[in-house]
């Protein structure tokens, strides 16, 4: 379980204590809640108290990016709290190509106000599209959280393709430059990726997976991951040199997904590829020690010392110092989702992009908005309970949906703002 941050009486981090710990100052009256989520408590009486190192560890991802921060006891480094971040580009694409399907219907329809722009914006240097930034402003955002709650003094992010300081012989050249400790790592996790851990032949899933030529090397085939895809053994064995197209000859839809599959860019790794160093000068914009590291290497600490697949688990394991990390076995990643804060248009738009309903006037209703964490008190009818939970929704009549009850605005308390993201335990 993720510990608890703690802030002395004048909102100054110290270490993360343990929940059981927690508890027993809050109940002492020695401490209040600072923040629900992610839990925090302030003291009440002290101004100070020793810290040890804290080093904040970034696995980027497309869709997840882990994080884990580390600690440096006496007994070795330990992960202390860790987060599995759900990135919105997806859904920052979807409103963008919503919003270009409804200015071209404007334009074919001739009601704009003013001539079309084109061949006049400038982009600046190190520009990333609108779905791509929010990744790395989400990192920015949430490693500027935790350096308020907790003492971190680095941080090291997985980035680089290879680590050429870590390479057997120094003297290596063309090639071979690139075929040295980590050799095999970086274009096994590649194929992992893309064909989602699966045997391409049998669809076999929890086995041992062979890198395997889908033209055959004696008939033609070359190394290029184009040319690679994952199989088990058994088929691995029964296909040996055959054509692949004679070899699934009785499966022609598993051959078409296969072809379709192998020549398929993977999207997700052009996007980490292109946020990868913008996350690691977001970092250090923080002014925070940053160091860089390969993915190879993430993975070579993560196997050796058999700790299964997760973001946050490869987060704990980047660089030289995931080589030897300790996980408590009780440990629980808390889930983050990046939800925005809202949109910017006053009124909707229905599916032939004209305005819908009646225009906003205030995006905060008695003293709610949507994304709220709020505790709701029913006192009779099918909501009868305490439930507390996001804000879904706000409607200017004063009433709210929490968890599917839809209530009045005097029957919720508010316990914390929204800050753009929802937390919740791991499924």
């Known amino acids: 379980m993720n510990r608890v941050f703690v802030l002395t009486n004048t909102k100054q981090p110290l270490m993360p ?11 002492a009256g020695r401490a209040a809640v600072y923040r629900f989520a992610p839990f925090t408590i302030i003291l009440k009486d002290r101004a100070a108290g020793a810290v040890q190192p804290l080093e904040v560890k970034v696995d980027p991802g497309s869709k997840i990016t882990g994080l884990s921060l580390v600690a440096l006891f006496e007994r070795g480094r330990e992960v202390i709290w860790a987060a599995n971040l759900h ?4 859904a920052i694409r979807a409103a963008l190509a919503d919003r270009r399907s409804f200015r071209r219907g404007r334009r074919a329809r001739h009601t704009r106000y003013r001539a079309p722009r084109f061949l006049n914006r400038t982009r600046s240097k190190g520009w990333l599209p609108p779905s791509l930034r929010s990744r790395v402003e989400n990192v920015q955002g949430l490693i500027a959280k935790l350096q308020v709650r907790a003492p971190v003094t680095s941080a090291a992010i997985e980035t680089v393709r290879f680590d050429t300081q870590l390479m057997q012989n120094p003297e290596m050249s063309g090639v071979e430059y690139q075929q040295g400790t980590l050799a095999g790592y970086e274009l096994r996790e590649y194929l992992l990726e893309k064909f989602h851990r699966t045997c391409a032949y049998c669809g076999a899933t929890e086995v041992p997976l062979e890198i395997e030529h889908i033209v055959p090397r004696s008939r033609g085939g070359s190394n290029r991951p184009s040319n690679l895809t994952l199989a088990c053994r058994p088929c691995n064995g029964r296909k040996g040199n055959q054509p692949v197209e004679v070899f699934l000859k009785r499966k022609p839809a598993v051959l078409k997904r296969l072809l379709a599959q192998a020549k398929a860019p993977l999207k997700d790794a052009a996007a980490v590829n292109a946020t990868r160093y913008a996350i690691g000068a977001a970092i250090k914009a923080l002014g925070l020690p940053t160091t860089f590291w390969s993915g190879g290497r993430t993975k070579m600490n993560r196997i050796a010392q058999d700790y299964a697949k997760d973001h946050w688990i490869d987060a704990a394991c980047v660089g030289e110092t995931g080589a030897a990390v300790r996980i408590p076995p009780s440990m629980q990643a808390l889930e983050i989702k990046a939800m925005g804060r809202g949109r910017r248009r006053v009124m909707g738009n229905d599916k032939y992009g004209f305005p819908k309903g009646a225009p906003r006037t205030h995006k905060r209703v008695q003293g709610f908005q949507t994304g709220d964490l709020a505790r709701l008190i ?18 200017a009549r004063g009433w ?16 914390q703002r929204t800050d753009g993201y929802a937390y919740g335990a791991a499924a």
């Open 17 to 27: 204590c343990a929940p059981a710990r927690a508890r027993k100052l809050l109940k």
């Open 87 to 90: 990135h919105r580009g997806q």
């Open 378 to 395: 029913c006192a009779k009818g099918k909501s009868a309970g305490i439930h507390v939970g996001r804000i879904a929704s706000i409607r």
């Open 400 to 415: 709210f949906v929490l968890n599917k009850h839809d209530r009045p605005a005097r029957e919720f308390q508010l316990l």
